[in-house]
């Protein structure tokens, strides 16, 4: 089955420490979409990318970096600049630009400061 | 710049009643429109959407949602809910490249 696949579920980061969330589709779509899900905030834009080697900040980029070196992969690292890392991380794609196009989202990492 | 606004941030209904959750956006023009769905436990799923022609959308589950161009709104209506319908539901607006989520409403819906 197509589809996209976050890993881990869930991820537990120190202080002062990077971490990388894990985003593959194998529906053979051209854009990928990094979104950060708080609780009464819905999902802010972190990243995003049209086409393979290219991408563009988002909403909330800072403290964020992203890579699309291959069609099938926009993994997230989430930097020891990012402040408030805690949240819910949704990964998504769509043929395309968004204008026309619906998201497709994977099942979500949760990231947690220990 | 685009916003999405969802007033109702909790609603609890009995089954069988009727649904209508609210979504305004603030920028006119040409938009797409859209509203998904988020069942616990589940990623975020495409309920229906809106790009052009007739502003009564039907979706799955028996969702639909009216497209009020002078209203700026995309409501989403249910007449008789389930107590499969508990869910968290978002609407969405295009913006150039990007897409614009409200807030999210949370349904419960009790046997």
């Known amino acids: 089955d197509g589809g996209i696949t976050q890993s881990p579920k869930y991820l537990f980061r120190k202080e002062g420490q990077n971490v990388t969330l894990s985003c593959e589709q194998n529906?053979?779509?051209?854009?990928m979409y990094w979104y950060r899900q708080d609780p009464g905030q819905g999902l802010r834009l972190i990243y995003y990318?049209?086409?393979?080697?290219?991408?563009q900040k988002g909403d909330i980029a800072e403290g964020y970096s992203v890579s699309r070196e291959k069609k099938e992969s926009f993994p997230l690292t989430v930097t020891s600049a990012q402040k408030n890392p805690t949240a819910f991380y949704l990964c998504?794609?769509?043929?395309?630009?968004?204008?026309?196009?619906?998201?497709?989202f994977g099942d979500g990492t949760r990231l947690s400061i220990l | 710049a685009q916003s999405v606004s969802q007033h109702n941030h909790h609603v609890i209904l009995s089954e069988a009643a009727s649904l209508e959750l609210g979504c305004n956006y603030s920028?006119?023009?040409?938009?797409?429109l859209f509203w998904y769905v988020q069942y616990p436990g589940q990623h975020l799923q495409l309920l229906l959407k809106?790009?052009?022609?007739?502003?009564l959308v039907k979706g799955i589950k028996g969702f639909e949602a009216e497209f009020i161009k002078s209203k700026f709104s995309f409501n989403l209506r249910k007449p008789s809910v389930q107590w499969s319908d508990t869910a968290e539901y978002f609407c969405?607006?295009?913006?150039?490249?990007?897409?614009?989520f409200g807030t999210g409403t949370r349904l419960q819906v009790f046997p």
């Open positions: 998504a794609s769509s043929f395309g630009t968004v204008g026309g196009q619906p998201q497709h």
């Open positions: 529906l053979n779509h051209d854009a």
């Open positions: 990318s049209q086409i393979v080697n290219d991408f």
């Open positions: 920028y006119g023009g040409t938009v797409n």
């Open positions: 809106y790009f052009s022609g007739d502003p």
């Open positions: 969405a607006v295009t913006s150039y490249d990007k897409l614009i």
